[in-house]
């Protein structure tokens, strides 16, 4: 990605003119056009009213799930949108059916996003039986102990793409294929990647995905998205569901429900439209520069940061090898919660995780200018 381009997608940024955005991990950059997204969709309520305005929120709201789908490498209509992971996850979940003790485990990871966690382990009360893959060090889990962890007794398999902790990206393909070797479900939370590392879901081979748009996708809050392989689609009926579900949501029909043939079928109650509309700006520079791009101009400067950490003696508990690791770097130094605060008081913005220490991330709008003052201000800091 080459320096003019980083220019010219920063230009299309609110705010980063006054502070040092070094936190798109956590929460992505607000583009300019979102506030002009909120103030058409306001106009859209009061003119149109529910005939005029329903019509043309659902059909936009499809085009944003296929323009994560053109990101991800999901063909059209096989991406539907939900409010968060957690609510698409359940959905997902309620779906299959664990009564048969044969065929009734959720293999994931302990360094699964705790949310996720929940959502799984509380279908023990459905008849699921959860396997909990340990880790030994809080940053990995080797691959061959997740694949032994999948039998055939497994149901589904419940992977992240990168941890949150240490930002390590794992080996789908090899869990895909022990995977399929058991006749389970590969389910893969995409989160901590998307917009920022390239990959494709059809050629992952994953039967679902999810993901959200506040993180590198500068969506903000709202907007998750949830990919089902097109041949799987139609033999999913889930318990979590609402009248958006149904086949004809506007005829108010009683039940039982008839679901959607399409992606509409995971949809629940009544879509958080400003969420998904206020993601759409972000989804479209990440489309228009491209993820590839992207994670050329991430890895040219978590190199640098990575680099510049180590010559310091700090401690980087992210991938000294930028293949292994996702858009941020693990710093950790003495008082890491205190210097966080201080450099949140000089508005460079980065985070702090327990047995992780300082996230520092770059985007397609982060200069280099912005790493050497975030490293100018720790080696003013770090005592």
């Keep these: ?21 070094l936190v798109s991990h956590s929460m992505g950059a607000p583009p300019l056009a979102a506030r002009d997204v909120l103030t058409r969709y306001h106009a859209q309520w009061a003119e149109g ?21 053109a990101i991800v490498g999901a063909p059209p209509g096989s991406i539907s949108l939900g409010p968060n992971v957690s609510v698409l996850q359940s959905a997902l979940a309620s779906s299959l059916d664990f009564r048969d003790a044969t065929k ?18 509380a279908w023990e009360r459905a008849g699921a039986k959860t396997v909990r893959v340990p880790t030994d060090d809080g940053r990995t889990i080797p691959t061959e102990r997740i694949c ?24 789908v393909p090899a869990i895909v294929a022990r995977a399929r070797e058991c006749g389970a479900l590969v389910v893969l939370d995409a989160y901590q990647t998307t917009g920022t590392y390239p990959y494709d879901v059809g050629e992952l081979d994953v039967d679902v995905a999810v993901g959200g748009s506040h993180k590198w996708l500068c969506g903000g809050p709202g907007c998750g998205w949830i990919y089902v392989r097109p041949s799987l689609a139609q033999t999913f009926r889930p318990l979590v569901t609402g009248w958006f579900a149904h086949r004809a949501p506007f005829a108010f029909e009683p039940p039982p429900i008839e679901y959607a043939n399409d992606r509409m079928r995971w949809a629940t109650g009544t879509p958080t439209i ?28 978590t190199t640098r940061l990575t680099e510049a950490a180590l010559e310091r003696g700090w401690t980087v508990n992210t991938p000294h090898d930028a293949r292994r690791r996702t858009g941020w770097v693990g710093i950790d130094v003495p008082n ?8 949140i008081a ?29 490293l100018e201000a720790m080696d003013a800091l770090v005592l």
């Design 346 to 374: 000089r508005r460079i913005y980065v985070d702090y995780r327990p047995g992780c220490g300082l996230r520092v991330s770059a985007h397609l709008y982060t200069t280099d200018e912005e790493i050497e003052r975030f």
């Design 274 to 301: 400003p969420g998904y509309l206020v993601a759409k700006p972000g989804h479209d520079v990440i489309r228009e520069i491209g993820v590839a791009a992207i994670r050329e101009h991430n890895v040219r400067l």
């Design 336 to 343: 890491a919660e205190r210097v966080l605060h201080e450099l």
């Design 49 to 69: 009213g529910p005939e005029g305005a329903w019509p043309a929120w659902l059909d936009e709201a499809r085009a944003i799930a296929d323009g994560i789908g």
């Design 104 to 121: 009734n485990e959720v293999v994931y990871e302990a360094l699964q996003f705790p949310s996720l966690a929940y959502v799984w382990t």
């Design 1 to 21: 990605m080459i320096a003019a381009t980083s220019a010219k997608a920063r230009e299309r940024f609110a705010g980063l003119e006054n502070c040092t955005w």
């Design 148 to 171: 032994t962890a999948i039998t055939a007794r497994t149901a589904v398999v419940v992977l992240s793409h990168a941890y949150y902790q240490s930002g390590v990206v794992i080996d």
